[in-house]
């Protein structure tokens, strides 16, 4: 059995077969975690101002590139195994880099008030084996986390909760759309107006503490009656509740106060974004968006977006991250302005743009390691495949002896 | 030959708020090969509701230009096949939808990927290429 890290569910239950070195055929892996393990069909070859160069060559570059930056930031690292993370931090530290993943524009500030327990949550398996009440906010697990449902949510047979979703286990979503998620939680779809959540958790709120809110009343009172009678509820909180009530999470930590027997689970899409979030913390007592002067400084202003706004780095590290495909177009461009290092096993619209690229192992299938799933649970990964692409964890220890 | 009046004449404008979403056809192919004819073809689409499409006098395969002040784009439109109010259209998650969002967060660092507003209008052109989108390829547009 090997494990996935097509999301941060890091299903461990995968079976493949391997044919010419690569993965042919899996087992149990969703559409997006087959492609994942299959791996892509443009790798990226070690580069210097896009010339094929050998990778020891690439490695020297990138270092005299990040020793002449003034202001070099370290970027991504949440498809990187546990240990990768822990190099690259080590890297900004002894670089003074500002590092900074892409929990910074997604859901960072959820996980961040997680460990720092102003939010309760729970394991997967704690879902698995003894939920009733699934609320789906913002999060279409299907299109995102698709075995989310499956595995650990709705459809298993749990220990408590033998009679599955046919008796003993009711979804709710509530979303700006119908989406694929929603459409399994039939009779309990609440449609919301973009940025509406706000409202709705006020009126839901009101409608907990007895009263009668102005806004969709039935409604409202009908979902507070559920969630009041549940014996173990989940909230997944998607990046469409987190985009919508932005900074003000007073919001869902009073929303949770009211909710005592539900948990808080952040729905991360990246493999090891939690991972991250959680050394990072660990070390600095921040999550993200962290400048090292001798200690670890947090700012928004280390936000990669407000960095590239700012134009206040002069060097870019970005590791199994695409900020050219995932950040708006009007603010990446000075991405063509100054040194990037990418390092990933495969070709990226920000690999074609970088200075030095490196070539590396795809965790979990050319590499092995651990990673944190979106639970805080670590979960271990194997290496499926001989091959020789570095790890990420050896190019940023190489490239940190180089530095 | 008579003229046609029609290539003078402007299309209209309507105005619409888009809100992005994750598509798990488009993700698997974004992990196989974001270069791919498939990634775009899953990627520069934007969804609307019938009664959007009847208002605004689009049908299902238009070429629809997105724009506002960030950005521009020419995507294909869909009809949804869910029973959408309308008022709203979906983007899946890509460099199209990115083209359209401003840089601006009040310092916050997050953009608001999920609430865009843009000028929509019919567009006879082809849809836009990704080298168009990621204008700061020029040191590399060869090689897209």
């Excluded at chain 1, 009440?133 to 999060?139: A, D, I, M, P, T």
């Excluded at chain 1, 805080?376 to 495949?385: A, Q, T």
């Excluded at chain 2, 997105?66 to 294909?76: F, I, P, R």
């Amino acid at each position: 059995m090997f494990t996935c890290t097509g999301c941060a569910l890091l299903c461990d239950d995968i079976e493949a077969t391997v044919e010419n070195n690569r993965i042919k055929e899996t087992r149990n892996a969703c559409r997006r975690g087959a492609a994942r393990m299959k791996g892509c069909t443009n790798r990226l070859v070690s580069s210097i101002a896009q010339q094929p160069m050998d990778i020891e060559s690439s490695i020297k570059k990138a270092a005299e590139l990040l020793r002449n930056a003034k202001s070099p930031m370290v970027f991504g690292l949440d498809n990187s195994t546990s240990e990768a993370q822990a190099k690259g931090i080590q890297l900004a530290r002894k670089i003074n880099a500002i590092i900074d993943d892409t929990s910074s524009f997604c859901q960072g500030l959820l996980i961040e008030k997680i460990l720092q327990k102003k939010l309760r949550t729970c394991f997967l398996d704690d879902i698995r084996n003894k939920a009733d009440v699934l609320v789906y906010w913002g999060s279409d697990a299907q299109d995102s986390q698709p075995r989310h449902l499956s595995r650990f949510s709705y459809f298993p047979r749990g220990e408590s909760r033998q009679r599955g979703y046919e008796e003993d286990r009711l979804a709710i979503a509530i979303d700006v759309r119908e989406s694929n998620t929603a459409k399994i939680c039939k009779g309990h779809f609440y449609r919301i107006p973009p940025r509406g959540d706000r409202e709705f958790i006020l009126a839901l709120m009101e409608a907990l503490s007895g009263k009668a809110p102005a806004y969709d009343t039935k409604n409202m009172l009908g979902l507070a009656s559920i969630l009041k009678k549940a014996e173990f509820g989940a909230i997944f909180v998607g990046i469409g509740l987190t985009y919508s009530i932005k900074n003000d999470f007073e919001l869902l930590t009073g929303l949770a106060d009211m909710l005592p027997k539900f948990n808080i689970m952040p729905m991360v899409g990246h493999y090891n974004m939690r991972g991250f979030n959680e050394a990072l913390f660990k070390e600095t007592g921040f999550v993200n968006r962290v400048k090292f002067e001798g200690k670890g400084v947090h700012d928004n202003k280390y936000a990669i977006i407000e960095t590239l706004k700012n134009k206040s780095i002069d060097a870019l590290v970005v590791v199994g991250s695409d900020p050219v495909l995932s950040l708006p177009s009007s603010v990446s461009s000075h991405l063509a302005s100054i040194p990037v290092v990418c390092i990933d096993p495969c070709q990226t619209f920000t690999s074609r743009i970088a200075t030095v690229t490196i070539p590396s192992a795809a965790s979990g299938v050319e590499s092995a390691g651990s990673a944190v799933r979106m639970d805080g649970k670590i979960i271990g990964l194997k290496k499926i495949i001989e091959n020789n692409y570095l790890s990420d964890e050896e190019i940023i220890k190489r490239l940190m002896e180089a530095v | 030959m008579g003229i046609d009046i029609g290539k003078f004449l402007k299309n209209p404008e309507f105005e619409i708020l888009i809100t992005t979403f994750r598509d798990i056809f488009q993700v698997e192919a974004l992990e196989r090969d974001r270069f791919g004819e498939e990634y775009k073809k899953l990627s520069a689409i934007i969804i609307m509701s019938k009664n959007d499409l009847e208002k605004m006098g689009f049908k299902s395969g238009d070429h629809v230009k997105l724009a506002n002040n960030y950005g521009s784009v020419v995507v294909e439109v869909k009809e949804s096949k869910k029973n959408e109010p309308g008022g709203v259209g979906f983007m899946v998650n890509s460099p199209w939808s990115n083209a359209l969002i401003s840089g601006e967060t009040d310092g916050k660092g997050i953009p608001e990927f999920k609430h865009i507003m843009v000028r929509i209008s019919l567009s006879k052109e082809e849809i836009t290429p990704i080298a168009d989108i990621i204008q700061l390829t020029k040191k590399s547009q060869a090689l897209f």
